[in-house]
């Protein structure tokens, strides 16, 4: 096996860091050194997005806008489409220091329908404790996903 030591890679005519391919079945060294075989372009996160209270976007990757329908209801407006083929998924969590619920992160889209668009994702932020469970704008909302784009 060679070692390839580099301080810089470029593309034929490229500048550094410029359409570097990764091959979606490429070889790479795990956490215990042991070389694994494994999609890296379907292993990363394609979105994520923070947002606070008032749906003001505060840090973003390949999301353009929210639409606020009502309190906890939200549509995230995606910059780049995901496949025809809808395969991706999300994950999330809300914060709020002041109460005593469990809040979780839902996604949904068209209420009653079972099916997401590519181009965007409406989610239900909701909360439940002992008592009741309700929609809510909690202070902090944070979401990622991954799948294969468009």
């Given at each position: 096996?060679?070692?390839?030591?580099?301080?810089?890679?470029?593309?034929?005519?490229?500048?550094?860091?410029?359409?570097?391919?990764?091959?979606?079945?490429?070889v790479y060294e795990s956490?215990?050194?042991?070389?694994?075989?494994?999609?890296?372009?379907?292993?990363?996160?394609?979105?994520?997005?923070?947002?606070?209270?008032?749906?003001?976007?505060?840090?973003?990757?390949?999301?353009?806008?929210?639409?606020?329908?009502?309190?906890?209801?939200?549509?995230?407006?995606?910059?780049?489409?995901?496949?025809?083929?809808?395969?991706?998924?999300?994950?999330?969590?809300?914060?709020?220091?002041?109460?005593?619920?469990?809040?979780?992160?839902?996604?949904?889209?068209?209420?009653?329908?079972?099916?997401?668009?590519?181009?965007?994702?409406?989610?239900?932020?909701?909360?439940?404790?002992?008592?009741?469970?309700?929609?809510?704008?909690?202070l902090w909302v944070n979401?990622?996903?991954?799948?294969?784009?468009?």
């Amino acid at each position: 096996m060679s070692t390839l030591l580099a301080d810089t890679i470029r593309k034929t005519g490229g500048t550094a860091g410029v359409d570097i391919r990764i091959k979606n079945n490429s070889v790479y060294e795990s956490d215990g050194g042991t070389s694994v075989t494994q999609n890296v372009v379907q292993s990363l996160v394609k979105a994520w997005l923070a947002h606070d209270a008032s749906q003001s976007i505060t840090d973003s990757l390949n999301v353009s806008s929210i639409t606020d329908h009502s309190t906890g209801i939200h549509t995230y407006n995606f910059t780049n489409n995901w496949r025809a083929s809808l395969s991706y998924t999300m994950g999330g969590s809300c914060t709020f220091s002041d109460d005593n619920t469990t809040p979780y992160v839902r996604s949904i889209e068209a209420y009653g329908s079972t099916h997401v668009l590519t181009g965007s994702l409406k989610v239900s932020i909701q909360y439940t404790n002992s008592s009741s469970q309700g929609f809510y704008d909690y202070l902090w909302v944070n979401s990622q996903y991954s799948g294969d784009l468009a």
